[in-house]
């Protein structure tokens, strides 16, 4: 091998080393998070600059900045000031680490099973408003998570599904009484 090879192979090595830091920095910074407010005590739905934070992996000085708040554009050039509690627990505060540890211990309100790991890219668990409406994750506004966790059942992705497809096409669905019923 020729010093010409060496210093290239050592240049390559140096740049995937670099693009991997910066990856996983960038998918680690990405997500949306939940903090409290320093200004107003109140949930706010917030998104670190990921771009930003993973240049810091390579210059090891992270900066962290806000890229989006629920709180904007009305309170936009505030100091920042929730970023501490993102610093102390980067992972506490995203909101599916949130929403997986509060349906750990819990059970679905119409079949009773556990409802142990949240499959956020297949079969995710749902909510019952205190109204017997049927809320899927997607239409839930991270800053409204401490309320419906105090308000919400929690629905299994089973149940979800099949209870929005009987509120639907109420004509479509022939509800069967369990088993149990059946031979007792």
Known sequence: MTIGTAAILVLVTG???????????????????????????????????????????????????????????????????CLRQIEKGPAECLVRTLVANWYADRRCVFCGRAIHDVAWAEQRPGLRAPDGRLVAWPDVAPEM??????????????CLVVGRVAREHPDGITVRPAREQLYS
Do not use: Y
């Open 15 to 81: 740049l995937v080393a670099a693009a991997f830091a910066v990856g996983r920095a960038w998918l680690a910074w990405r997500r949306e998070r939940l903090i409290t407010c320093p200004e107003n005590d109140e949930p706010a739905a917030v998104r670190v600059d990921a771009l930003r934070a993973a240049s810091g992996a390579l210059t090891g000085r992270m900066q962290l900045r806000l890229s989006e708040c629920s709180r904007w554009p009305e309170k936009q050039g505030c100091g920042q000031e």
């Open 145 to 158: 998570l401490p309320e419906l966790f105090r308000t919400h059942a929690p629905v299994c992705w089973d």
